[in-house]
């Protein structure tokens, strides 16, 4: 049997303690990941004890060794199986041999799918993160929403993940349209222990962090262009958008009680399909996806565990010095002639003029024709032409 990181382990037992993991998911998660390290579609050690050759597609995982390794009976571990299967797991049960995956389950969003490829990943000061409370929902109206409803009782870190979204919210109140089964639509609670006026931060955090885990896609940048920050938190391949990111929060007098970062991906869906492109993308990119960009799918469970992972660890360094050079490095707006709306387009723009940066408090600096340099915390950007100024 394929062993598992104690702090991998010891992480989903406190998890479990603590009441954020069910056991049976818990269980679950040990009985995927020793499944996936099996067969080597997760990372795991090297010893192989515990693995039966067999003639198939990959090693068999005895029954009885994993068994003994849950502390439970033949018939739970099952039972547990039975689960996974229910979930979209491609199990094989082979009499008196045990169990082994005939197909990865690299692209479902189950808890059970997700978190095995922490495994790798759990270090230490971050082990929790292999038990973080993760809820999964074949489609709710808005992660957003489902995450805020629990908000005051949840702790820091917890997921809504869903296939779909039937109410999915954009900033300014526009909608967010994803294809159900095809994108990453999720939701992450913070408690991050900032004042109101640094919020913005957080936004720009989520954006860098979403940027670092997308760089790391092998041959995204070369089809598709380098991938860009749109201030404050659009993330571009190349001039299209293929990331939106919606933060809301609740706060007392000084200080940020919870936020609730929002972040959908286009990963396997055809978003000019589904929207169409063009004039209603006037001044904002139009959108594109990892699929279009790459020209094959991606599996959506291990780039949401590093986006988990990535964004967890911006958060625990939200005061570091890269947090803005990692946005000045993406930033796509400087030297461009821009209109900063604070509400609907059809409002009083707050300024127009040439985007000279990113300033030292993360703000979006903007020089008007009068030559006065308007600092801008917040608000939605439109890009006149896309085209650097002359
Ligand atoms: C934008 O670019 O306008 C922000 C889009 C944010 C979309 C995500 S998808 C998950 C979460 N749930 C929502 O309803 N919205 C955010």
Partial sequence: MQRLSPTFTEALSEAT???LLSLGTSRRV??????GAASGLISGPASETGLESASGPGPLVSGKVLASDLGLSRTAVHKHVEYLRALGFAIEA????GYRLVRPFDDLLAAEAVLPFLLGQVEPGFAWLAGLPYRYAEVCESTNEALKSGADSLPSGAVVVAEGQTKGRGRLGRDWISQRGKDLTFS??????LAPAQAHLLSLSV??????????IPGLQEQAGTVGIKW?????????????????????????RWVVAGIGVNVNSDPTAVRGAGAEWLGRPSPTSLKVCLGHSVPRAPLLADLLVRLTKRWA???ATDL???IRERDVLTGRRVTVFTGPPENEPLVTGEALGIGPEGQLLVRTVAGTTVPVFAGDVTVQAMQAVE
Avoid at 208 to 216: D, G
Avoid at 232 to 256: A, F, H, Q, T, Y
């Fill in 30 to 35: 040990v009985l995927a990941a020793r499944l």
């Fill in 324 to 326: 803005l050079q990692g």
């Fill in 207 to 216: 954006a860098l962090a979403v940027s670092e885990v997308l760089e790391t």
């Fill in 232 to 256: 404050p938190n659009d993330v571009l391949l190349g001039e299209k958008k293929v990331c939106g990111i919606l933060l809301e929060g609740s706060m007392d007098v000084d200080r940020l």
């Fill in 94 to 97: 082979v009499p008196g041999g």
């Fill in 317 to 319: 360094e939200l005061e």
């Fill in 188 to 193: 992450v609670l913070m408690r991050p222990s």
């Fill in 17 to 19: 303690r603590r009441g």
